[in-house]
């Protein structure tokens, strides 16, 4: 049974900040990766950031870029995402992907958290 547990989502004034959090739990193998994605209404998920999780080589989107910060906690299996400087435009369902590989078999199989709602408004 495996459980992305997201958290920290909530509303927020422009400026301001929010630190997101998820949690994989029941995973058999440790994840290669973890990212964060969003989604605002009607548009497409789009990748927000992404972290791997051996050496922890981070990705970002153009928007977030000098906003946003991505980091784990490998012993936790754990991924925050610090946003700073929020902007109305940041406002979306945030949800949180790991991305394993058997170690044997090379099967990949990937895991979504339900989502977090950021809010950015004045």
């Known amino acids: 049974q495996v459980q992305l547990v997201e958290s920290g989502g909530g509303l927020v004034q422009p400026g301001g900040s929010l630190r997101l959090s998820c949690a994989a739990l029941?995973?058999?193998?440790?994840?290669?990766?973890m990212s964060w994605y969003r989604q605002a209404p009607g548009k497409e998920r789009a990748l927000v950031a992404y972290i791997t999780i051996g050496d922890g080589n981070t990705n970002y989107a153009n928007s977030v870029k000098g906003r946003f910060t991505i980091s784990r906690d490998n012993a936790k299996n754990t991924v925050y995402l610090q946003m700073n400087s929020l902007k109305p435009e940041d406002t979306a369902v945030y949800f949180c992907n790991a991305r394993t590989m058997h170690p044997t078999t090379g099967e990949e199989n990937d895991y979504w958290g339900q989502g977090t709602q950021v809010t950015v408004s004045s």
């Open positions: 029941g995973l058999s193998f440790n994840p290669l990766d």
